[in-house]
Structure formats: structure tokens, C-alpha cells
């Protein structure tokens, strides 16, 4: 791994590991529902909207409106999209990416 994580330990990798063993949507849904309480899920969820809204340039306004973070919530992840470790910006290329191709279907 070229990334020096400043969290990397030994159970984080073993986290990590098994959620790239998820195949599809219906183990990611189950995994999760598991490991994570419905509030955790609906919190990471949340921050994902928030990052897409604003690497789309929505305002603080139109982000809270729509997701229902709080200001705070959204000035901590525009700092993580600013100054962060770009793994927000890698997932939502990726999935812009897989858009297109999922629209043709």
C-alpha cells in the first residue's frame, strides 16, 4: 500500500479486508446491518451526500437542506475533501464513473 494511513493497525486492516470481501449490495447490506448500528449507517450515508453535494459546489445551504447535516458535519467534510487523504474524491470518481454504464442497462 503506497498510503501511510496515520490509523493503520492490525484490526483496522483485518476490518478493511473483510469489506473487500463484500460481492454485492445484498452482503454490503447485511455486513453492515451487523457491524454497524442503524444510526452509524445512516450517519456514513449522510457524509457520503454531503461530499457528493459539495464537490458538486452546492452551498452549506442547499447541502443542510438536503441531507439534514448539520453545518459543523458539512464544514468537517469540506476540510477532509480540501486537505484529507482524497478518499472521498477516489469513491465519488468511481462512481461517476460507473453511472453511465449502469444507465445504459
Not at 470481501?21 to 455486513?31: A, H, I, M, P, V
Not at 452549506?60 to 468537517?76: G, L, Q, W
Amino acid at each position: 500500500m503506497a498510503y501511510e494511513s496515520k490509523f493503520q493497525r492490525e484490526d483496522i486492516d483485518e476490518l478493511f479486508d473483510a469489506v473487500l470481501t463484500l460481492k454485492d449490495r445484498e452482503d454490503c447490506y447485511r455486513f453492515f446491518e451487523d457491524i454497524c448500528t442503524v444510526n452509524e449507517i445512516h450517519a456514513i450515508a449522510q457524509r457520503l451526500q454531503v461530499a457528493r453535494l459539495l464537490s458538486e459546489k452546492h452551498t452549506y445551504n442547499e447541502i443542510e437542506e438536503a441531507t439534514s447535516a448539520s453545518t459543523a458535519t458539512i464544514s468537517r467534510i469540506n476540510k477532509c475533501l480540501v486537505y484529507g487523504a482524497d478518499g472521498y474524491r477516489r469513491v465519488l470518481e468511481r462512481l461517476a464513473a460507473k453511472e453511465p454504464a449502469e444507465q445504459k442497462e
